[in-house]
């Protein structure tokens, strides 16, 4: 077996960015069938966003220089000329000392620059007070303000959240060429791994429910994840099972079998797959070292280690920046690391990441980070916690009430 | 129209905790098809995870006191007395002066009450140099100390994420009782409103697009949300398909129509559907105070600004806490707010909270909140926002460094 030298996190996530391509395949999506796609293509707004100068607020559009002056204690008086309705283009014009009675999203008629509130004005029989005086486009939203006609309005790579759907529709997009829906294979190693759904356990067997947990983590970042089974530690099942898997999905996750024992095949395996291969084989990390990270012919392999807590907390880090860049997305404006003051001292080892689950408090004001206590292996400190501090490979440790990254796991 | 005081924010959010109820009706899932969904029972224990002593690591087991002393300069010596294979319950006991080689995950033979790493000896023709002591319990997982038999392993309103799965797997359990998805109906009003797919917009016409950013929030609350299109200002339509939907669904979203202006008949359609009717009839809140919240026979009524940004704050701030607590989640565990320093001051008027979208960046180990220019019924202000920072009704705003909660957007 080729030697491979441990790689710190900060390597390994430099290594992923240099190594892992996107996805090359787009189609052709709804709207309403497309979030948490990534946009393929950059989105050109055709139309401006409002068409038309929009009031606000209830109120009455008006010429804003009519208002100067006008106060509670000395109110202006305009000549009420009409009101707009929703829907409808307005056909009369605001002339001096007029206004136009207009509701919240209506359009102004012309002549109008500004919109005085309903709360700030008095319709006594159609001569309106006005209390307040305002400033030309006060409450009114300007033709083109919300979105420009020839603006980018999003780039190739962006996540479409409700919000970028939202700003789509409403420049009358009704279709986005995204990347199609990335799928990974999922595949369990060892002798003693038996489908989770076994009722009773032989003794020595362990539940392989890592599956369970990868294909959670991964359907929130919108990939499928395709079950591929158990295989025995044997070399040449294991290959076949894995190439098998390998080409029908976008990639490949391995579990189990990562460890540095007698039954190893995993590394072997992943090598036979294609170029140019391994690129992490081991982890300066705890807890998940024995991690192995390859590309093969252009499709990620994720090795986890075989430990349920260890598996999870890997591909949180590693596999959701694989799998995120796989499926297209441009990252990095998302923050992925919360901020908060740890409740106690904690010692690591320099050149060593560390990664500490943890239950989240407020108080005063701050977010408290509580140390959970349980081995790496026990994946109740998982569903005990709330998060998972990361005290990066350059720190000894560190100090009680420091600021520590956290990241929150939903 | 009955007269309503405006409520705060705080008042809301207790007004809502009181009034809305959580769904009752409950199914039974496969745990992979169980992601996203509320317990309605608590799961108890009935086994032991693990189910024997395992090695959390590939060593050899050992009785701990056996290792006492042993150094680098002054290692111990045991006798090997075999090999436990994955998947085997050993048959051979570790005793005095011997050691028995077992893999990561592997089960402990009798009388061994300690693992000593593979790093951490030499193995010389079957006498096991050893350079290290180990303590009792030393990288072993006792049977039970993850999970053990008859403990409440979950609670009833815990919301299933992958970890919990995952323990749940770890169980044997493979099915469980969770409320079922709830639906909410998404009604728009307004003779100006046309369904988002509108591809030439008539002057003074506004696409639906609140149906896009709303069903996509909510999607993320595992609801789904049905159209129910869009009415006319026409007070008899508006009740009766508000009335339709209401039927069909746990819950009911009205767009649009909440504004004071002549054509509101929301608060009266809301008011017919049923008792104890509108709880909430606006709130000292910048954006969005024209909301209005009800429950009508047991269902939650949701009447949104029509703004589309202020719909969609809205909806995250309120909407979220009642369909969450409509699915039957209890809330209160997961950080919904995280804080950040503001990049400038901001004023704000007490006794009303104010909503700021914000881009955020990590600068020197902290993030920093940095406020989107533009009007509030901008929805591209919400694309460019990574967040949304909350100024409450006590305070009088923000100074520039000061640490503000933020809602991020994912």
Request: glycine share 10%.
């Amino acid at each position: 077996m080729q030697f491979f030298k441990v790689k710190t996190v900060e390597e390994t996530f430099a290594l992923i960015a240099e190594q892992v391509p996107a996805i090359k395949q787009t189609e052709t999506r709804a709207l309403d069938k497309a979030l948490h796609y990534i946009l393929a293509e950059p989105v050109i707004a055709e139309e401006n966003v409002p068409g038309f100068d929009r009031s606000t607020v209830d109120g009455y559009a008006v010429r804003a220089k009519d208002t100067y002056g006008s106060s509670e204690s000395m109110p202006g008086f305009l000549a009420l000329a009409g009101e707009v309705h929703m829907g409808e283009v307005p056909t009369m014009t605001v002339s001096s000392g007029t206004a136009v009675y207009v509701p919240t999203g209506g359009m102004l008629p012309a002549g109008s620059d500004a919109v005085i509130m309903i709360e700030h004005c008095e319709d006594v029989e159609d001569l309106l007070n006005t209390y307040k005086q305002v400033a030309p486009g006060e409450n009114v939203i300007r033709k083109g303000e919300d979105i420009r006609e020839g603006e980018i309005l999003l780039a190739a790579g962006t996540k479409l959240r409700p919000q970028e759907l939202g700003a789509l529709a409403s420049l009358g997009i009704t279709h986005v060429t995204v990347f199609r829906k990335i799928t990974a294979g999922y595949l369990s190693s060892g002798d003693e791994i038996v489908p989770y759904q076994t009722e009773t356990l032989q003794v020595g067997q362990i539940r392989d429910i890592n599956y369970l947990t990868i294909a959670g983590l991964a359907s929130d970042w919108n990939v499928e994840v395709v079950y591929g089974g158990i295989v025995k530690d044997d070399f040449a099942e294991f290959q076949q099972k894995a190439f098998e898997l390998y080409q029908q999905c976008d990639c490949l996750i391995l579990s189990g079998g990562s460890s540095v024992g007698a039954k190893d095949y995993t590394t072997d395996v992943i090598q036979s797959l294609g170029d140019p291969g391994v690129f992490v084989h081991g982890i300066s990390i705890k807890p998940g070292k024995p991690t192995i990270l390859a590309v093969a012919d252009g499709k990620p392999v994720i090795g986890l280690p075989g430990h349920p807590a260890s598996a999870m907390i890997i591909f949180k880090l590693f596999g959701e920046r694989i799998l995120r860049t796989l499926t297209g997305e441009v990252l990095g404006r998302k923050p992925e690391r919360i901020f908060a003051k740890i409740t106690k001292n904690i010692p690591s080892s320099p050149g060593r990441s560390d990664y500490i689950r943890v239950r989240l408090f407020e108080q005063d004001g701050d977010w408290w980070a509580e140390p959970i206590i349980g081995k790496s292996g026990l994946i109740t400190t998982l569903v005990k916690s709330d998060g998972i501090v990361e005290i990066s490979s350059e720190k000894e440790g560190v100090s009680q009430g420091e600021y520590v990254p956290v990241i929150p796991s939903r």
